[in-house]
């Protein structure tokens, strides 16, 4: 399945932070999930571009116009015993769904993990989303379904943390 020509993705830059911005409060609009973002628009500069980034992002783009984004971070496997990436987020805008920028962010992605000789790369999807599970499907990613995500936040977290 080869990426659509027209499609470029290249890695962002300071100057794209109110872009990925706004890409991110897209998403949680698709998702739903709006009144769920905290995160500012200097937060997102100071986690991407900041002095110790630890996640990135790339841009994809449709004639110098950009489309969408990824935005990603290293983890690691104690089983693989190699680090991998995690994606976060990924987004194309509705306009540009089907033009194969979706593809080409995880092209892009897959193509760091070869090589940097990553031993993986993985992302969660709700489970409602049905065209970005059909998608993932199409490009042979896995479904995990034995893995439940878990998470502490707010409270909870400061009550555990408390306890050390």
């Known amino acids: 399945m080869p990426v659509t020509a027209k ?3 290249r890695a962002a830059t300071p100057a794209d932070a109110a872009l990925i911005h706004q890409f991110i409060l897209d998403l949680a609009d698709y998702e739903k999930l709006l009144d769920a973002v905290e995160a500012t628009q200097a937060d997102t500069a100071a986690a991407l571009f900041g002095e110790r980034p630890r996640a990135f992002a790339d841009i994809a783009e449709i004639g110098g116009e950009p489309v969408g984004f990824a935005l990603w971070f290293y983890n690691y496997s104690t089983f693989v015993g190699r680090h991998g990436i995690y994606l976060e987020d990924l987004f194309v805008r509705p306009e540009a769904r089907g033009s194969g920028a979706g ?43 034995e893995w439940i995500i878990r998470r502490l936040t707010g409270e909870n977290l400061r009550a555990l943390a408390s306890l050390f």
């Open 7 to 9: 499609v470029s993705v």
């Open 103 to 145: 593809k080409a962010l995880l092209a892009n992605l897959a193509k760091r993990c070869v090589d940097e000789g990553l031993g993986r790369l993985e992302w969660s999807v709700l489970d409602w989303n049905a065209p970005s599970i059909a998608f993932y499907d199409r490009l042979g990613a896995a479904s995990m379904n």
